[in-house]
Nanobody
């Protein structure tokens, strides 16, 4: 069984910063891509940032230059540093990881979500 546990959300003023963390636990053999998504009320879940096992990154256009995704493979953990936050970025942020367990094909796992609220 695999679990993704997120932390670091909270309330911040516009222009402020937050750092999200997501650690994967369980009988993990390999972790491939890891990413962060967000879902605002009434909106679809959207990709924020993605990082491959080799460290290549991809960002939504709206966060480029302000957010940084990174990972610590030894700790099975992915981070999202968010700077210059905007009120419209208030959302539940979800961690996602593609993980292989044993001989099973890799599959995607989701964290429980962490609330980020940006006040104006």
């Amino acid at each position: 069984q695999v679990q993704l546990v997120e932390s670091g959300g909270g309330l911040v003023q516009a222009g402020g910063s937050l750092r999200l963390s997501c650690a994967a636990f369980g009988s993990i053999d390999s972790i491939y891509a890891m990413g962060w998504y967000r879902q605002a009320p009434g909106k679809q879940r959207e990709l924020v940032a993605l990082i491959t096992s080799g460290g290549s990154t991809n960002y939504a256009d709206s966060v480029k230059g302000r957010f940084t995704i990174s990972r610590d493979n030894a700790k099975n953990t992915v981070y999202l540093q968010m700077n210059s936050l905007k009120p419209e970025e208030t959302a539940v942020y979800y961690c996602n990881a593609e993980i292989r367990v044993g001989v099973n094909p890799p599959r995607h796992y989701w964290g429980q979500g962490t609330q980020v609220t940006v006040s104006s």
